[in-house]
């Protein structure tokens, strides 16, 4: 309100005439607004942004577990969790991105296998796939064959092949820099030290089992006393022992003709054990019958004792008579089958009977019977 007194009074209440716009001004307003509405577009956007972001954060700390693997967290280079929490199963699970987090796999589920050469000749990729051994070369190659010592100062050749499974995933992964690496030490240290306890013949093939059995022997004390988390069961160590390759002929002779004395042996043995059953049975037999015999001839002897002592009263009675008797009986049972009987009693006079006999006679021949018709 303007309160000059110059001025009349009814100018002091009268309305005053609005002032005309200015251009500049509307244009000003227009452009905060569209300012305005784009600020809000692309906070919009920005929000948008980060949540995006924020889910992808959140799905880059996804990871799986297959089913034959465990799995472990490492926050900031240590493991997370303690005792078997450690270990996570197989499924889904998440973590921090690197480097706050970080995970390692080990395959528990699967068989790993480890394989010792140390002691074994120099063979090319082909060969080694065909089995093949190579040719020889008058000597062992210095840094190229590998060898090992038998008990008694032999040189042979030994390698082994190692199956194990993880027992431990924590010992295994993080106690060793790598375990696969010193499972091998292992197992050459084995090799040389069942090569040391066995003959040259033992380990080439007189008594490969044990030798084999003393290798896994071995390596399963080293792996306990190490602590190298593995487990490691009855024949997954499987060994081969070679005789150098200058040599194998002569070794092959050896056991050829050792085997070929075996079989002789074993033939002569089971030759023995067949005759001498043989000689025990045909004994038996003979015993036997020998016994029967003996008892039929006493048998037979008693009877004809017990018969004579009853006939004896008899002949003494009357000898002509008996005598008489007992040839008509024996007479009898000799013509029973004869086809012509001729008898000739004694003359009373002593004198020998003259008896003539037609040889030439043809013998008689029984007729057959027509069957007569019905």
């Keep these: 309100m303007d309160n000059d007194p110059s001025k009349p009074e009814h100018e002091h209440g009268a309305a005053r005439p609005k002032p005309a716009p200015d251009p500049a001004h509307g244009v000003e307003d227009v452009s905060a607004g569209a300012l305005s509405e784009a600020l809000r577009s692309s906070f919009n956007v920005v929000k948008l942004l980060m949540g995006a972001l924020v889910l992808a954060f959140v799905l ?18 240590k493991p997370v969790g303690v005792g078997d929490g450690q270990l996570l199963k197989p499924g889904l699970h998440w973590k921090f991105p690197y ?65 194990y499974r993880i027992k431990d995933p924590v010992s295994y992964v993080f106690s060793f820099r790598n375990a696969t690496n010193l499972l091998q030490h292992v197992l050459d240290n084995a090799l040389f030290y069942a090569s040391a306890r066995f003959t040259a013949d033992d380990a080439l093939y007189r008594n490969k089992l044990a030798f084999q059995e003393s290798v896994q022997a071995r390596v399963g004390q080293l792996v306990d006393h190490l602590k190298l988390g593995v487990k490691i069961e009855s024949g997954e160590v499987r060994t081969d022992t070679q005789a ?23 033939e002569a043995e089971t030759y023995a054990r067949g005759a001498t059953n043989k000689a025990a049975g045909d ?53 029973t089958n004869a086809q012509y009987k001729v008898f000739l009693p004694e003359r009373p006079d002593g004198k020998p009977w003259e008896l003539r006999l037609q040889l030439s006679k043809e013998p008689d021949v029984p007729k057959k019977e027509t069957p007569k018709p019905e």
Excluded: C
């Design 60 to 77: 880059s700390g996804v990871f799986t577990v297959k089913p034959n693997q465990v799995a472990i967290k490492l926050r900031f280079g």
């Design 244 to 266: 150098p390759v200058d040599v194998v002929e002569a070794f092959n002779n050896v056991v050829k003709a050792e085997n070929q004395g075996n079989i002789k042996v074993q």
């Design 283 to 335: 004994a038996t037999v003979i015993l036997r019958g020998a016994t029967t015999a003996s008892n039929y001839l006493v048998t037979t002897i008693a009877a004809e004792a017990d018969r004579f002592e009853k006939l004896l009263p008899r002949y003494e009675a009357n000898p002509e008579l008996f005598i008489q008797r007992l040839l008509s009986e024996k007479m009898g049972q000799i013509l």
């Design 99 to 163: 480097p706050i987090d970080d995970v390692v796999y080990v395959p528990v589920g699967e068989t790993h296998t480890v394989t010792s050469t140390a002691g074994w000749y120099y063979q090319t990729p082909e060969e080694a796939a065909a089995g093949q051994k190579p040719q020889p070369q008058g000597m062992l190659r210095a840094g190229v064959d590998g060898y090992t010592l038998s008990g008694d100062g032999d040189i042979i050749h030994a390698r082994a092949t190692l199956s």
